[in-house]
């Protein structure tokens, strides 16, 4: 079993929708929660960054954390077709900053 | 202030040949991490470098080799390929090594191994 999973999709949507990303993780040491955006052929993209339980809103997404469940979510309100990507969860424990990704989730907002 | 850049981006060898991917970090970040991102899949973590000496090392065999210069860019070298090394690889750069410093990703080098 994958110490971090995340539904790969895809996940489709209209313009305009709220849509729910989710990655679930086994391992209690993980401290820190990170959402990337990787858009085809590109390097992943920061989005969130969260450490604590509870959530966290940048404009159109917020970031939720619940360690008590192992388990994190990104929502991404109005949905745009620019938001069309694959999204990463990714987590890091107490010591040093090496990366778990999730396998990511493919999402596409039609217009 | 300059992203993290990668060359070549694109790169096509054969079986058994050894291949050097290189990373220029951001400026200002003393920390370089190597990812292996194989099609449909999430990074997985090779090595980072900190301040020029390897600070951790995930489940890659040792024919994956890296280094970090005096101004912190790096370079991965990976010998004798296999066609699984076929992947897109990823160098991120991180202001420090803490776990608390968020790490920028450069566009990546996509390997093919023929």
């Known amino acids: 079993q994958k110490e971090v999973e995340q539904d790969p999709g895809p996940l489709s949507v209209p313009e305009g929708a709220i849509v729910s990303l989710n990655c679930t993780y086994s391992?209690?040491?993980?401290?820190?929660f990170m959402w990337y955006r990787q858009y085809s052929r590109k390097g992943p993209e920061l989005l969130m960054y969260?450490?604590?339980?509870g959530n966290k809103e940048d404009g159109r997404f917020t970031a939720q954390v619940d360690k008590s469940s192992k388990y994190i979510s990104l929502f991404i309100r109005d949905s745009q077709p620019s938001d069309s990507a694959t999204y990463l969860c990714a987590m890091n424990r107490n010591a040093g900053n090496m990366l778990t990704f999730g396998g990511g989730t493919r999402l596409m907002v039609k217009p | 202030e300059t992203g993290v850049t990668q060359s070549p981006t694109h790169l096509i060898k054969t079986r058994g040949q050894q291949v050097t991917l290189r990373c220029s970090s951001q400026?200002?970040?003393?920390?370089v991490s190597w990812y292996q991102q194989a099609l449909g899949q999430g990074p997985q973590f090779i090595f980072q470098?900190?301040?020029?000496?390897?600070?951790g090392r995930g489940n890659f065999p040792p024919r994956f080799s890296g280094l970090q210069f005096p101004n912190y860019s790096s370079e991965l070298n990976v010998n004798a390929l296999e066609l699984d090394d076929s992947a897109l690889y990823l160098c991120a750069s991180s202001l420090d090594r803490g776990q608390n410093n968020e790490q920028f990703f450069g566009p990546g080098t996509r390997l093919t191994v023929l």
């Open positions: 400026s200002g970040h003393n920390t």
């Open positions: 969260t450490y604590s339980s």
């Open positions: 391992n209690s040491a993980f401290q820190y």
């Open positions: 470098y900190y301040r020029e000496e390897e600070n």
